[in-house]
């Protein structure tokens, strides 16, 4: 595991939209896991911004989002395909039709679960998966519990994760009781992990998640057995990881 610490914003959005750039120039066909709520919507502004300086194709590429809520039409504000199209795809060359996203609106969600699960194994693996966190340890919507899911699945949304996207709704009821999302054998299967977590109100879940038992009770915490896993910091979610010394240089690298 590498732990990248940011002093600001600006700086963690950019690295994190560089390494995917980076990725793409070496690998132009690859094959990237997004997410979405906050945390990556300045990284996905920098990625356009590569796109509009000429330094990056998405032409080749292929996209695999983490998951969609159940029940919100397409075109809502705030259903993941809309939130895509907002804060990426539009900006960008990557072809519709390698911009996969779970249809939350399907008839029969199992068969979509299968349907879209099986779309990942024909993609082979993810070469990058960027994720990130939610106040209670989730990832993707796998959601702490007793048992975790390995395959894409219809996952009930936790009440603190309700609460936590109402902010993005008129009113807390707004928020679906459901998503799709891929499970956590999709996510594990990825060539590299890009955990980005931002501010101190996820300190005490990125240290636990990162440091403590791995527990189906915080299902990033099994993101400690990834081969590859990056994480980027701001200084808020740091700073359970202590502080450096007096005239220490910040560390960019490794655990402090
Ligand atoms: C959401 C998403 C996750 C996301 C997490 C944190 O509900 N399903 O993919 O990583 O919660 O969201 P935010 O970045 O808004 O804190």
Do not use: W
């Not at 527990?215 to 700073?239: I, R």
Request: net charge neutral; glycine share 8%.
């Amino acid at each position: 595991m590498k732990i990248h610490v940011f002093a600001n914003e600006e700086e963690l959005h950019e690295a994190a939209a560089q390494t995917i750039v980076r990725l793409l120039r070496r690998k132009p066909d690859a094959v990237l896991g997004l997410a979405t709520g906050g945390t990556p919507v300045g990284i996905y502004a920098k990625l356009a911004a590569a796109f509009r300086r000429g330094e990056v194709s998405f032409a080749r590429a292929t996209t695999f989002n983490l998951d969609e809520y159940v029940g919100l039409p397409p075109d809502h504000p705030e259903s993941y395909r809309s939130y895509m199209e907002r804060h990426l795809f539009r900006h960008i060359d990557l072809p519709q039709e390698r911009a996969h996203i779970p249809d939350g609106n399907a008839a029969d969600l199992e068969r979509e679960c299968e349907r879209y699960e099986r779309l990942l194994q024909e993609a082979g693996r993810i070469d990058l998966m960027l994720l990130g966190l939610g106040h209670n340890g989730h990832i993707g919507f796998n959601e702490p519990g007793r048992q975790l899911h390995s395959r894409t699945h219809v996952a009930v949304l936790h009440p603190k994760t309700r609460e936590a996207n109402a902010r993005f709704f008129r009113s807390p009821e707004e928020v679906p009781a459901r998503a799709v999302t891929m499970g956590l054998g999709g996510i594990f299967k990825a060539v590299t992990i890009l955990l980005v977590v931002k501010g101190a109100d996820k300190a005490d879940i990125v240290h636990r998640a990162l440091t403590g038992p791995l527990t189906t009770e915080c299902p990033a915490s099994l993101l400690q057995l990834h081969p590859d896993l990056v994480v980027m910091l701001d200084e808020g979610a740091a700073a359970r990881f202590g502080r450096p010394a007096p005239g220490e240089a910040q560390p960019v690298n490794g655990l402090r």
